[in-house]
């Protein structure tokens, strides 16, 4: 939840070193750093495109999904969700910050995603369900969404690589002219 100051670091390294330009690449809680990285970082300016395998495009969404498929109380996950996201609780997290949850539900706040952004994901994903995937893409005119077929969680290079290949480098160039 707060990777993306380090990605932001990483830039200021490249940018030192001559980058003008930054295309970021994600897997899974690595999409969902990628996304808070667009719109947190001071060098957000610099990012080209993103493209993402598998993402945490929605941590309520996921959130929910899970404790229904692990038989928690709905309740005992909203327990959760409410610790994390209050800063009277972070005695018991160890945050030094709360975490801004409603943030991290990208199909959302579809409207805030500025740049070009593929999205690459397995319909058959059952640790990151694709649905809140697919669901940005049909809400973000900047979202492109590719879905694959037996793969499971970022596995989608793995089952196909040749597609996975022809996806982002059909895709990369044109979105970065």
Not at 90 to 108: A, H, R, Y
Request: glycine fraction near 6%; charge should be negative; aromatic fraction near 10%.
């Amino acid at each position: 939840f707060t990777e993306w100051a380090d990605v932001d670091i990483a830039i200021d390294y490249a940018r030192e070193h001559g980058v003008e330009d930054v295309v970021l690449f994600g897997w899974s809680m690595g999409g969902a750093i990628c996304l808070q990285t667009m719109r947190r970082a001071r060098n957000r300016r610099l990012i080209r495109a993103m493209v993402l395998d598998g993402p945490a495009a929605d941590w309520l969404d996921l959130m929910q999904y899970h404790t229904r498929i692990n038989k928690i109380p709905l309740r005992l996950g909203a327990l959760g969700v409410s610790m994390i996201s209050q800063p009277a609780l972070n005695i018991f997290t160890g945050l030094q910050e709360p975490i801004e949850m409603d943030t991290l539900s990208w199909t959302k706040h579809a409207g805030d995603i500025t740049v070009p952004t593929l999205i690459l994901h397995s319909m058959d994903d059952t640790f990151v369900p694709a649905y809140s995937s697919q669901k940005l893409a049909e809400r973000s005119p900047l979202v492109d969404f590719v879905p694959f077929e037996g793969a499971t969680h970022t596995r989608e290079w793995n089952v196909d690589p040749r597609r996975w290949f022809d996806a982002v480098t059909s895709w990369l160039p044109a979105h970065l002219s």
